[in-house]
């Protein structure tokens, strides 16, 4: 019962435009080679059309616009505070190729076949239906297109966890609750790797495979469009 209310608060768009600066504050340490590892990773080419589905304070959409300039990225976010937190942050890093606008991952406001690469990283578990949200993923991305889906793991290690952890933590947060939060309502209804690699499948996608960074605790998912 407890488990049901607290997972749909973490859930609950007013739930993010409030508290989402507490995240965003301390995100981007916790996450950083996450971040560095998927930005590097798309391996993209000439002007090619990024989409990040969830993308939050914008970390990652940003870094991705930054490694690759001739590339165009779009973030969407279907919390008004966290758009206009991308912004931000955009203009302090002066990131010209990047553009932020509020959507919500279960009716992207785009063309189909729009990008060569859409991403989604620490989202898809907010959805109301996960799948719904991967499929329209999959329908603005061109054929041949790579798909990035990147999930708390909910089979994570209890030693990754508390590592992960500490990097998050704050003298405010009490850890003890901090980690029984981290494990029974972020990670504990989440994906493990093989349910995230099933719903990749069940969306049509073709070629998923999964990988890891050594001591993370997310699940990396890519695929292809087919
Ligand atoms: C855990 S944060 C991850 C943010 C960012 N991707 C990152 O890794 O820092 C989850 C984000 O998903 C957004 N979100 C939740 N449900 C959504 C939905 N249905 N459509 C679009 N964004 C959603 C939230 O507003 C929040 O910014």
């Given amino acids: 019962m407890l488990t049901a209310i607290l997972t749909g608060l973490r859930d609950s768009r007013l739930v993010w435009d409030l508290l989402g600066p507490l995240y965003n504050h301390r995100i981007h340490h916790a996450l950083h080679e996450l971040f560095e590892h998927i930005a590097r990773d798309l391996s993209l080419q000439g002007n090619a059309q990024v ?75 907010h959805w109301p239906d996960p799948l719904q949200g991967i499929r329209e993923m999959v329908r603005v991305l061109r054929p041949g297109g790579l798909l990035l889906v990147s999930e708390t793991d909910r089979e994570a290690a209890q030693d990754d966890l508390e590592r992960f952890m500490e990097r998050f933590t704050a003298w405010y947060l009490w850890n003890p609750l901090l980690l029984w939060g981290l494990r029974r309502i972020v990670f504990g209804q989440s994906f493990s790797e093989g349910q995230l690699m099933k719903l990749l499948e069940r969306s049509g996608s073709r070629e998923v495979q999964a990988h890891r960074l050594e001591g993370c605790p997310y699940v990396i998912v890519k695929a292809r469009r087919g």
């Fill in 51 to 125: 989409l990040d589905v969830g993308a939050g304070p914008g970390h990652l959409a940003l870094r991705v616009a930054e490694l690759h300039p001739s590339s165009t990225v779009t973030g969407v976010d279907f919390s008004p505070m966290q758009v206009r937190a991308a912004r931000r942050l955009q203009r302090s890093r002066e990131i010209g190729n990047c553009r932020f606008s509020k959507a919500n991952a279960m009716h992207l406001p785009f063309d189909e076949a729009r990008f060569d690469a859409v991403v989604s990283v620490g989202s898809i578990k």
